[in-house]
């Protein structure tokens, strides 16, 4: 059976929506926990015993500090598939840990401070194809009394994660931004202090759309995916709050509960243009269920699931 570009990329998403609903699993770290035998450790010789070290340097100081801006423990993942943790303080430096489906990436250095941002001196630095590696520079954000770490270049992905509802995560401490550990108990209002050039990224109220347009598909080749892109013109702009890099979704959910998605691409006073896109793996047991996007449909900037039903 030929498989539309859309229905492929529902397949890739039935499978994300199952393994951000998986319950918290607590990833192996340490001499008193050690990581499944199948994985491959993936460090320069010595790093262990390095990275051991510097961690218990590393929370005897936060146990002595008194509520540093940053300095603490955090965590990201999505439980089956990847997760990490990064344990951070001034003087003492950081340990990294990434585990993917069967690796363990450790990385361990120093931390400094520049206008604000924190920069990771790695001492044992290994590039990585998968996204282990981390990253190398990051920004304190606060929201109230919680703490995250976000990369500088995803703050603006962290923007749009609040838009969404995605954050603040309350049902389990695991989500794609780093964020202090059991942070995700710590009840919010109001908005998170991102930098001053990405406040307006962050919407009070959802903006509501319809598409207007659908424009001819483009396709790519890369690593041997083709990723179907699909052009849009949405009947909001600049007058309505929109900005380049905000991502729409459609109220209703598609077959696994995941959202149509459309990213900002550029925006006049009262219309903007959105892409969103595929990526085709060439092989989908997924019925053509979802047509493509079609002008009339209705979006906003909100993402979960639970409040579609209850705009619906």
Sequence with gaps: MTRSPFSLLISVAIFVSAVATAPAAEPPTGSDSRPNPDRQEEFSPGIEDVWETRRNAIRHEIAESEDHRWAGEYHRGNVIAVNARLTLAPKSGFTYVWFGHRDVYRDCGRVITEQGHLKLLCEFATMRQDGGSVAKEWIPVRWGERRYLV??????????????????????????????????????????????????????????????????????????????????????????????????????????????????????????????????????????????????????????????????
């Design 151 to 312: 990369p500088v270049d995803d703050v603006l992905a962290f923007c749009n994660a609040v838009n969404e509802g995605s954050e603040p995560r309350e049902r389990a401490e695991w989500g794609r931004f780093f964020l202090g550990k059991d942070d995700h108990e710590v009840k919010v209002t109001g908005l998170p202090e991102v930098p001053e050039k990405y406040r307006a990224n962050l919407l009070q109220e959802p903006i509501h759309a319809t598409i207007i347009a659908v424009h001819p598909e483009e396709v790519t080749y890369h690593n041997g995916f083709g990723f179907h892109r699909i052009p849009l013109t949405l009947d909001v702009g600049s007058q309505d709050r929109v900005r380049v890099g905000m991502t729409f979704h459609r109220y209703e959910r598609v077959p696994g509960g995941l959202l149509f998605t459309a990213r900002v691409k550029s925006v006049d006073a009262h219309t903007c243009e959105a892409l969103t896109s595929a990526r085709v793996p060439g092989v989908s047991e997924i019925e053509d269920t979802q047509p493509p996007p079609s002008p009339g449909w209705k979006l906003w900037t909100r993402g979960r699931s639970a409040e579609c039903d209850q705009r619906d």
